[in-house]
Protein backbone atom coordinates (compact mmCIF):
# COMPACT_ATOMS: atom_id res chain seq x y z
CA UNK A 1 0.00 0.00 0.00
CA UNK A 2 1.13 3.56 -0.87
CA UNK A 3 0.37 6.92 0.74
CA UNK A 4 -1.52 9.05 -0.94
CA UNK A 5 0.26 11.95 -2.82
CA UNK A 6 -0.86 15.94 -2.95
CA UNK A 7 -2.41 15.14 -6.14
CA UNK A 8 -4.10 11.87 -5.09
CA UNK A 9 -5.47 13.82 -2.05
CA UNK A 10 -6.66 17.15 -4.74
CA UNK A 11 -8.30 14.60 -6.31
CA UNK A 12 -9.98 12.87 -4.06
CA UNK A 13 -10.97 15.83 -2.69
CA UNK A 14 -12.87 17.23 -5.47
CA UNK A 15 -14.46 13.67 -6.49
CA UNK A 16 -16.55 14.80 -2.84
CA UNK A 17 -17.46 17.64 -4.58
CA UNK A 18 -15.24 19.93 -2.34
CA UNK A 19 -12.61 22.71 -3.30
CA UNK A 20 -9.33 21.96 -3.16
CA UNK A 21 -8.39 25.14 -1.50
CA UNK A 22 -4.94 27.37 -2.62
CA UNK A 23 -3.41 29.61 -0.17
CA UNK A 24 -3.64 33.38 -0.90
CA UNK A 25 -2.38 36.38 1.40
CA UNK A 26 -5.11 39.13 1.57
CA UNK A 27 -4.18 42.81 1.87
CA UNK A 28 -4.91 43.00 5.58
CA UNK A 29 -2.26 39.81 5.91
CA UNK A 30 -4.82 37.17 6.21
CA UNK A 31 -5.19 33.94 4.27
CA UNK A 32 -7.90 32.95 2.51
CA UNK A 33 -8.40 30.31 -0.63
CA UNK A 34 -7.64 31.75 -3.81
CA UNK A 35 -9.97 29.95 -5.74
CA UNK A 36 -13.46 30.09 -3.11
CA UNK A 37 -12.64 32.37 -0.71
CA UNK A 38 -12.59 30.44 2.30
CA UNK A 39 -10.91 31.91 5.23
CA UNK A 40 -7.48 30.20 6.28
CA UNK A 41 -6.68 29.59 9.77
CA UNK A 42 -5.14 26.99 10.16
CA UNK A 43 -1.97 25.51 9.15
CA UNK A 44 -3.42 22.33 7.60
CA UNK A 45 -6.35 23.54 6.00
CA UNK A 46 -7.02 20.57 3.27
CA UNK A 47 -8.15 17.00 3.57
CA UNK A 48 -5.10 14.60 4.86
CA UNK A 49 -7.50 11.85 4.37
CA UNK A 50 -5.81 10.26 7.71
CA UNK A 51 -9.18 10.79 10.08
CA UNK A 52 -12.51 8.72 10.57
CA UNK A 53 -14.37 12.12 9.15
CA UNK A 54 -12.61 11.27 5.76
CA UNK A 55 -13.42 7.59 5.71
CA UNK A 56 -17.03 8.44 5.72
CA UNK A 57 -17.23 10.95 3.84
CA UNK A 58 -15.84 8.86 1.07
CA UNK A 59 -18.36 6.13 1.62
CA UNK A 60 -21.06 8.19 1.55
CA UNK A 61 -20.35 10.16 -1.55
CA UNK A 62 -19.40 6.84 -3.41
CA UNK A 63 -22.68 5.61 -1.65
CA UNK A 64 -24.46 8.71 -2.73
CA UNK A 65 -23.44 8.35 -6.75
CA UNK A 66 -24.25 4.78 -7.23
CA UNK A 67 -20.67 3.10 -6.69
CA UNK A 68 -20.35 1.50 -4.07
CA UNK A 69 -21.21 -1.62 -5.42
CA UNK A 70 -18.52 -1.67 -7.86
CA UNK A 71 -15.72 -0.06 -5.53
CA UNK A 72 -16.49 -2.89 -3.26
CA UNK A 73 -16.02 -6.01 -6.29
CA UNK A 74 -12.96 -3.57 -6.77
CA UNK A 75 -12.06 -4.03 -2.91
CA UNK A 76 -12.48 -7.48 -2.61
CA UNK A 77 -10.51 -8.22 -5.45
CA UNK A 78 -7.27 -6.42 -3.51
CA UNK A 79 -8.53 -7.74 -0.21
CA UNK A 80 -8.19 -11.41 -1.67
CA UNK A 81 -5.02 -10.69 -3.83
CA UNK A 82 -3.67 -9.49 -0.48
CA UNK A 83 -4.59 -12.11 1.39
CA UNK A 84 -3.39 -14.68 -1.34
CA UNK A 85 0.24 -12.54 -1.14
CA UNK A 86 0.66 -11.99 2.74
CA UNK A 87 1.21 -15.44 4.08
CA UNK A 88 1.67 -13.89 7.66
CA UNK A 89 -1.53 -13.31 10.04
CA UNK A 90 -3.41 -12.77 6.95
CA UNK A 91 -6.36 -10.63 8.06
CA UNK A 92 -9.19 -12.61 7.28
CA UNK A 93 -12.24 -10.72 7.23
CA UNK A 94 -13.35 -8.35 4.29
CA UNK A 95 -14.76 -5.84 6.02
CA UNK A 96 -12.38 -5.67 9.07
CA UNK A 97 -9.46 -5.34 6.37
CA UNK A 98 -11.49 -2.47 4.58
CA UNK A 99 -12.45 -0.21 7.27
CA UNK A 100 -9.19 0.99 7.86
CA UNK A 101 -8.71 5.21 6.92
CA UNK A 102 -5.90 5.40 5.26
CA UNK A 103 -6.01 2.01 3.05
CA UNK A 104 -9.63 2.84 2.13
CA UNK A 105 -8.74 6.27 0.91
CA UNK A 106 -6.11 4.60 -0.62
CA UNK A 107 -8.16 2.03 -2.55
CA UNK A 108 -10.94 4.82 -3.67
CA UNK A 109 -8.17 6.49 -5.17
CA UNK A 110 -6.72 3.36 -6.97
CA UNK A 111 -10.72 2.67 -8.27
CA UNK A 112 -11.07 5.93 -9.22
CA UNK A 113 -8.06 6.22 -11.29
CA UNK A 114 -8.69 2.46 -12.45
CA UNK A 115 -12.19 4.11 -13.48
CA UNK A 116 -10.85 6.52 -15.63
CA UNK A 117 -8.71 4.18 -17.66
CA UNK A 118 -11.14 2.37 -19.02
CA UNK A 119 -13.10 3.27 -22.02
ZN1 LIG B 1 -11.14 26.82 -1.69
Not at 56 to 61: G, S
Not at 67 to 96: C, G
Request: proline content about 4%; glycine content about 4%.
Amino acid sequence: MNDLNEEDRKWLTEYLGECWHELKETEYGDFECNKCGFEIRKRVFNRVFTTPGDFFALKDKLAKKGEWDKFESYAHREWWRTIKTIVLEPEKSFPNWLINTPRFCWLVNEWLKEKEDEP
